[in-house]
């Protein structure tokens, strides 16, 4: 597994290399947006670890220049003091954040579940899915993993994908918050609710007719969200 790690900060990005060593990841470095943008271009990356804030370049600028050819994972590198860009962040393509000071070990098991969720897909097994599930309006396909929306093709991320696939193959049950993140983002992934609350307001500006009033993704307040499949 092949890690970019972009910090410009070189005690950060050493402290990240050795940890994820010791785990076996093949690790390379970058401290400077354009060095970053280049090895996202010319190799083959499982993952990528990417400050908000460098010096050159915001990371949200570098993030969606690598959603231009890459759904790579992204792990958003965060102080407290950056909420509203994590936000942002998580917006344009990111998958997960973190915030500074963080510990060695929760990042590694964030990247793990990242890279298990990325490579294994959740799938409801409890039954044999199907590979395209139809609703009024709207028709998602598991074997390409594309939406369509009437005559429309919706462009999503991984995770906005994610969510709805395993919302519509359960539709009209509510799923609660803590099985989103366990089975989205990992059993041992740690963030919190703003990581899901954002992607699903990006999943409804997508796919909703009126993302404020929501017809298909249902908040079930105090408890989770629910896909509403009976929709005239």
Not at 105 to 124: C, D, H, M, T
Not at 185 to 204: A, K, Y
Request: aromatic residues 6%; glycine residues 4%.
């Amino acid at each position: 597994m092949n890690i970019l790690v972009v910090d410009d900060e070189v005690e950060i990005t050493e402290l990240i290399s050795l940890y994820l060593k010791r785990e076996g990841f093949h690790v390379q470095i970058a401290h400077r947006s354009e060095d970053a943008l280049q090895i996202a271009a010319e190799s083959e990356l499982d993952l990528i670890i990417l400050d908000i804030l460098l010096e050159d370049m915001n990371g949200i600028e570098v993030c969606k220049e690598i959603r231009k050819h890459s759904m790579v994972p992204i792990i958003f590198l965060s102080c407290k003091s950056e909420d509203n860009d994590v936000i942002l962040g998580l917006t344009v393509g990111g998958d997960d954040y973190i915030s500074k000071p963080f510990s060695p070990s929760q990042l590694v098991a964030r990247v793990k579940a990242q890279l298990r969720r990325n490579r294994f897909p959740y799938i409801n097994r409890e039954r044999q899915p199907q590979q395209l599930l139809s609703f009024p309006h709207l028709e998602i396909d598991l074997s390409s993993r594309s939406v369509r929306q009437q005559d429309r093709v919706v462009s999503l991320s991984t995770k906005e994908f994610d969510l709805l696939v395993y919302l519509a193959q359960t539709p009209n049950t509510v799923v609660k918050i803590d099985h989103l993140f366990q089975h989205i983002w990992g059993s041992e992934s740690f963030g919190d609710t703003r990581t899901l609350m954002v992607h699903i307001s990006n999943l409804r500006k997508k796919i909703e007719p009126d993302p404020a009033n929501p017809t298909y993704v249902i908040t079930v307040r105090g408890v989770g969200y629910k896909f509403n499949s009976e929709i005239s």
